[in-house]
T-cell receptor, first 113, second 113 residues
Framework: SQKIEQNSEALNIQEGKTATLTCNYT??????LQWYRQDPGRGPVFLLL?????KEKRKERLKVTFDTTLKQSLFHITASQPADSATYLC????????????FGTGTRLTIIP | DAGVIQSPRHEVTEMGQEVTLRCKPI?????LFWYRQTMMRGLELLIY????????DSGMPEDRFSAKMPNASFSTLKIQPSEPRDSAVYFC???????????FGPGTRLTVL
């Protein structure tokens, strides 16, 4: 069966360091991979989308990589700040005609001042 | 645009009662998604619509759940009869093109006693 795993439930990082979150998937060939941020009591907020033919995508302090051979995506936050503390979710989309978005369980990131 | 609007924000009901959750997507978006989030199962897709037509309802737990989208600006998710195990946060999201970023509403926290 299809499975999406995010490396850990919780991750604590010192302020200023780079936070790296992992998303692994099995029995899946996604055309797109997305990352979302969710704060307590709120809906997820979109951060980045990367296509299967893209290796890397950047947006300000965020960077996402997508390795279809390893079936893995890495999500990096550089120069982390306490305001980056939240739960981060990866999600996979099969592609056009199958737009179902399947979410991982999330990683709760805490940036320690 | 006000974003995705959901109502009510909180709903407390007794087992056996009918529950109706409402969603107004962002104007111009052609896809609408209903999700359920619990601690145990994470964020799960229940059903999604394209141009008001249901495309995939394989995530709907059972016949007690039904969803409609009578027009491009309104959708409902109905649970009849409700059970305690339906207690969760229900999110509605919309997007332009199914694989693109999804915009989530604030969610409805449902408690079934």
């Amino acid at each position: 069966s299809q499975k999406i795993e995010q490396n850990s439930e919780a991750l604590n990082i010192q302020e200023g360091k780079t936070a790296t979150l992992t998303c692994n998937y099995t029995n899946y060939s996604p055309a797109y991979l997305q990352w979302y941020r969710q704060d307590p009591g709120r809906g997820p907020v979109f951060l980045l989308l990367i296509r299967e033919n893209e290796k890397e995508k950047r947006k300000e302090r965020l960077k996402v990589t997508f390795d279809t051979t390893l079936k893995q995506s890495l999500f990096h936050i550089t120069a982390s700040q306490p305001a980056d503390s939240a739960t981060y979710l990866c999600a996979l989309v099969a592609g056009f005609g199958n737009e179902k978005l399947t979410f991982g369980t999330g990683t709760r990131l805490t940036i320690i001042p | 645009d006000a974003g995705v609007i959901q109502s009510p924000r909180h709903e407390v009901t007794e087992m056996g009662q009918e529950v109706t959750l409402r969603c107004k997507p962002i104007s111009g978006h052609d896809y609408l998604f209903w999700y359920r989030q619990t601690m145990m199962r994470g964020l799960e897709l229940l059903i999604y619509f394209n141009n008001n037509v249901p495309i995939d309802d394989s995530g709907m737990p059972e016949d007690r759940f039904s969803a409609k989208m009578p027009n491009a600006s309104f959708s409902t998710l109905k649970i009849q009869p409700s059970e305690p195990r339906d207690s969760a946060v229900y999110f509605c999201a919309s997007s332009f093109l199914g694989y693109n970023e999804q915009f989530f509403g604030p969610g409805t926290r449902l408690t079934v006693l």
